[in-house]
């Protein structure tokens, strides 16, 4: 079995930062991509950013130039550091790995979601 556990989400007002965490646990032969996800209201689960084992990244339009992500491929660690925040970012945000098994097979794993709320 394999476990996320994310941190770091919480109300911070529009302009200021939050860092999200998430570690992942259990029976992991390799890690592919880890990234995060968000779900606002209403409205559908999209990609913020994502990272690739090497370090390639990828991020949501919309966020460019505000948040980074980092990970730590020893720890199993993903981190998203979130800067100038705005009204728009508030949601849930969800942390994603991509495993890959001995034979080979990829799966995806999710942690269970932290609150970020923005105030204006």
């Known amino acids: 079995q394999v476990q996320l556990v994310e941190s770091g989400g919480g109300l911070v007002q529009a302009g200021g930062s939050l860092r999200l965490s998430c570690a992942a646990s259990?029976?992991?032969?390799?890690?592919?991509?880890m990234g995060w996800y968000r779900q606002a209201p209403g409205k559908q689960r999209e990609l913020v950013a994502t990272?690739?084992?090497?370090?390639?990244?990828n991020y949501l339009d919309s966020v460019k130039d505000r948040f980074t992500i980092s990970r730590d491929n020893a720890k199993s660690t993903v981190v998203l550091q979130m800067n100038s925040l705005k009204a728009e970012d508030a949601g849930v945000y969800y942390c994603?790995?991509?495993?890959?098994?001995?034979?080979?097979?990829?799966?995806?794993?999710w942690g269970q979601g932290t609150q970020v709320t923005v105030s204006s």
């Open positions: 994603n790995a991509r495993l890959l098994s001995p034979t080979l097979i990829y799966s995806d794993y």
């Open positions: 259990g029976t992991i032969f390799s890690i592919d991509s």
């Open positions: 990272i690739a084992r090497r370090g390639t990244t």
